[in-house]
């Protein structure tokens, strides 16, 4: 409903740019980000829609008890059989993802100019992905689920300190190890553009070990910038 809303309004003021930004973008420059507003806006609606019907069909439709017996009589019961139930249902959701996630890089990204990501590139992202994803998750879940097993009336406890734990070290090993093994991370040359960051991280008293510039613009022509 939102969105419905959402994307009334930006076509309502496609055809007129903002008085605060008519020096700065053209015309057909805002009626393009119109677009592309809408289009993602609609495609998030339908996305929405089918992965409400997947939850249902996991849920209300007995799709998870399916997957349950399924996997009990291959492994019997225990923690495996738990992890394997979990991970069948990433899996699935994820392959289910496949079309949409191609739609919107190929078709969506590619039509408004923004896409500069190859097929190999996309399926390498894929497969990494889901090596990170099983190496830290699996691990976790055997955690968590043993503790619910035998931890108690406070395993709830001891797994939200994991979780917190875990969530603290994340902060460190993504930008340390994950991220380089998706983006090359160099140093931010000398120069105005760095002399301009520095100050204003003083003026905001925030401690900074270093500028990098990353290599995003292999996959998109969008600008970007974070810190970690």
């Known amino acids: 409903w939102l969105s419905q ?18 020096e700065k973008v053209t015309l057909a420059e805002h009626q393009k980000a119109a677009d592309y507003t ?4 609609r495609l998030a609606i339908l996305e929405n829609g ?9 849920t209300l439709l007995g799709g998870l008890q399916i997957l349950n017996i399924a996997l009990l009589q291959f492994l019997g ?3 495996a059989q738990q992890i394997a139930l979990l991970v069948s249902v990433v899996i699935i959701s994820g392959i289910l993802d496949i ?9 969506l990204e590619e039509r408004f100019g923004f896409n500069r990501m190859t097929k190999k590139l996309f399926f390498s992202d894929m497969i990494k992905g889901l090596s990170v994803g099983g190496a830290i998750g699996v691990p976790l879940l055997w955690v968590i689920l043993t503790l619910m097993l035998k931890a108690g009336d406070l395993w709830w406890l001891w797994a939200w300190a994991v979780l917190s734990i875990f969530s603290l070290l994340m902060q460190w090993i993504f930008p340390t190890f994950i991220a380089p093994m998706f983006n090359k991370f160099e140093a931010l040359e000398e120069g105005p553009l760095k002399t301009q960051i520095e100050a ?13 510039v990353m290599d995003g613009s292999k ?10």
């Open 5 to 22: 809303r959402q994307i009334r309004y930006v076509a309502q003021h496609r055809n007129v740019v903002p008085a605060e930004f008519a």
């Open 38 to 41: 809408i289009a993602k806006l």
């Open 50 to 58: 089918v992965s409400a019907i997947i939850l249902i069909a996991f």
């Open 77 to 79: 019961e225990g923690v």
């Open 99 to 107: 079309p949409f996630s191609w739609y919107k890089q190929f078709y």
């Open 200 to 212: 204003l991280l003083a003026r905001c008293d925030f401690a900074s070990q270093g500028l990098f």
């Open 219 to 228: 996959r998109s022509a969008h600008g970007n910038a974070f810190f970690a």
